[in-house]
């Protein structure tokens, strides 16, 4: 069965520095997305991401926060200049086109900024 | 505003007893509705949808929620409960099957021998 993945799955990096997590979502969906999911709280909304743009974005996704597809398979999340409350996991997800279509998640990338 | 509210934060359960977690949501319009379950350190697995018809749906490893439109809520059930099915269980809905999806805060399951 298809599905999505990410790496890493585990990133330690420190306040300040810029980090970006990878995706491959599965390979004949259109529509992409970010969730985070901070320790203890509920899974969150981040962007989503259609046609080779943001489709829509939560208040949390500043302009720390970017989003690409760099080619054909891979789905990124940039944060330019992390900080302490970005530690959280970080879950891609990704749904096909039509009006019953679940969104797939990825297995996440625990992001600690220290 | 829109939302999606699991009333209970924890639930502890014997093994073999049924189960039946609470899932409220707010939305202007009917919603399409998720449960999704999450084990220790993993991601986020599907174990059922409801987009529209049958009120009853039926998912993987023995779950099934019923969409009760006057209540507003869309509640998880399993008959029985095994060991494994220990995890956090998460309600999630959204105006389509391609916009984003609203969770609830969930609600983690614990199973007892």
């Known amino acids: 069965e298809p599905e999505v993945t990410q790496t890493p799955s585990h990133q330690v990096t420190q306040m300040g520095q810029e980090v970006i997590l990878r995706c491959v979502p599965i390979?004949?969906?259109?529509?992409f997305y970010w969730y985070r999911q901070i320790l203890g709280q509920k899974v969150e909304f981040l962007v989503s991401?259609?046609?080779?743009?943001?489709?829509?974005k939560s208040e949390i996704f500043d302009d720390q926060f970017s989003v690409e597809r760099p080619d054909g398979s891979n789905f990124t999340l940039k944060i330019r200049s992390t900080k302490l409350e970005d530690s959280a996991m970080y879950f891609c997800?990704?749904?096909?086109?039509?009006?019953?279509?679940?969104?797939?998640f990825g297995p996440g990338t625990r992001l600690t900024v220290t | 505003a829109q939302s999606v509210t699991q009333p209970d934060i924890h639930i502890t359960v014997s093994e073999g007893a049924s189960l039946e977690l609470r899932c409220n949501y707010s939305?202007?319009?009917?919603?399409?509705l998720f449960w999704y379950v999450q084990s220790p350190g993993q991601g986020l697995q599907l174990l059922l949808k409801?987009?529209?018809?049958?009120?009853l749906v039926q998912g993987i490893k023995g779950f099934e929620a019923e969409f009760k439109r006057s209540q507003s809520s869309f509640n998880l059930r399993k008959p029985s409960v095994h060991w494994s099915d220990a995890a956090e269980y998460f309600c999630?809905?959204?105006?389509?099957?391609?916009?984003?999806?609203?969770f609830g805060a969930g609600t983690q399951v614990v199973v007892t021998p």
């Open positions: 409801y987009f529209s018809g049958d009120t």
């Open positions: 939305y202007g319009a009917t919603p399409y």
């Open positions: 997800a990704s749904t096909g086109t039509g009006i019953n279509y679940e969104q797939y």
């Open positions: 999630a809905g959204g105006t389509d099957s391609w916009g984003k999806l609203q």
């Open positions: 390979s004949n969906h259109l529509y």
């Open positions: 991401f259609y046609n080779n743009e943001i489709s829509e």
